[in-house]
């Protein structure tokens, strides 16, 4: 059942993709190097507006359920295609960081004899890369790769998507209702379990299950499946919702004091935030169609920029590289670096496999 066929396959979701993990290098960077001065103004003046990783989810949103709608018929495809994209760049990630791990400890025999340091490895291997034990919080900021708690929200949205593909498919007339539910369900999470300490253990799984950010995926599947509707004020529009995004950020954020960048939602200004910067992101990604494909050459570093800055930061907080402007350059650069041999030489060849029967 194709829902939708009038979405102009050439966009800038790559591109977009490449900024958001930029911005979250960036504000890691800035955290963990202890960056001050102009870097760290530059940030809060601009960069913080742009969180990476609600972008990721309104965009997953869109994404996935447009790759299900293509493949509804094929789950056994649909999920091959989704770890295939996943588990090659993560599991090179993970020979690094074992890699840098056991350089960088006092007694590696020490580590690789423990229990938790092979369980460990199983959960990055599979769903639980928000784990680390105790073993390995000599390393770095404390955890060796504290950004990959997004892929078990990920699986999980891999694993919604094709339920609520067969329930609208089930209920057709109840479309919206169905999905308003579900975005309804996920703001009173939200305000739920956001009271919570957050260093309890209930804030903590709470975190790293899908509900809190579903409202921020669905944006991503309602504007998919509507889009005939709305790509009206989407289309050649990315300027005019950046300066509405920007006048809001700057009114009810700055001016008012509300605090809009958290990742549990709390207030009503946070949700239309949310929903401000869900628009500016389809828009950008559907104006100046092109761009991405021109300076990207169809290549998409974004995962591995993603997934490889902590293990760089980590290493240089590791050997008190801290609150230089160089060093903060470097973690860029080999960020870059490390993405670009992932995409080249891992990811771009398992995923010639999904062509594969």
């Known amino acids: 059942m194709m829902i939708q066929k009038n979405i102009n396959k050439i966009n800038n979701f790559d591109l977009i993709r490449l900024l958001a993990a930029l911005q979250v290098v960036f504000t890691h960077s800035v955290h963990h190097l202890e960056m001050k001065g102009s870097i760290g103004e530059f940030g809060t003046l601009f960069v913080y507006y742009f969180p990476g990783v609600p972008i990721f989810f309104t965009i997953s949103g869109f994404l996935i359920y447009w790759s299900f709608d293509r493949n509804s018929d094929n789950l056994i495809k649909y999920f091959k295609n989704r770890l295939l994209r996943l588990f090659p760049a993560l599991w090179f990630c993970l020979i690094l960081t074992i890699i840098l ?8 025999f020490l580590i690789t004899s423990a229990k938790q340091f092979w369980f460990w490895i199983i959960g990055q291997m599979t ?3 928000f784990w680390t034990p105790d073993i ?15 892929i078990a929200v990920e699986m999980q949205f891999y694993i919604f998507v094709p339920v609520l593909f067969f329930l609208i ?9 169905i999905i308003l539910v579900f975005i309804a369900s996920s703001l009173a999470f939200n305000f739920y379990f956001g009271k919570f300490s957050e260093d309890s253990m209930v804030y903590k799984l709470a975190g ?3 509900f809190p950010y579903l409202y921020n995926f669905l944006f991503g599947v309602l504007a998919y499946i509507y889009w005939d509707r709305i790509k009206a004020f989407v289309e050649g529009k990315m300027l005019i919702w950046l ?6 950020i700057n009114v009810f954020g700055n001016w008012l004091g509300n605090d809009l960048n958290s990742y549990f939602i709390y207030t009503p200004y946070q949700f239309l935030s949310n929903i401000f910067l869900a628009f500016l992101v389809l828009s950008t990604a559907f104006t100046f169609n092109g761009i991405s494909n021109k300076l990207l050459h169809h290549n998409d570093i974004s995962y591995g920029v993603y997934i490889f800055h902590m293990l760089i930061i980590n290493f240089f907080v590791q050997r008190g590289m801290i609150e230089s402007t160089t060093y903060f350059i470097m973690v860029f650069a080999g960020t870059i670096i490390l993405a670009s041999v992932s995409w080249f030489f891992v990811e771009k060849y398992f995923l010639k496999l999904k062509k594969n029967k």
């Open 169 to 177: 498919k089930k209920f057709r007339k109840n479309t919206l209702t």
């Open 127 to 129: 769903v639980f890369q």
């Open 101 to 108: 791990l056991l350089f960088d400890a006092k007694d590696p």
């Open 243 to 248: 300066v509405m995004y920007l006048v809001y």
């Open 208 to 210: 790293v299950s899908v």
């Open 136 to 150: 390995l919080r000599f390393w770095g900021v404390g955890t060796p790769n504290g950004s990959l708690w997004t």
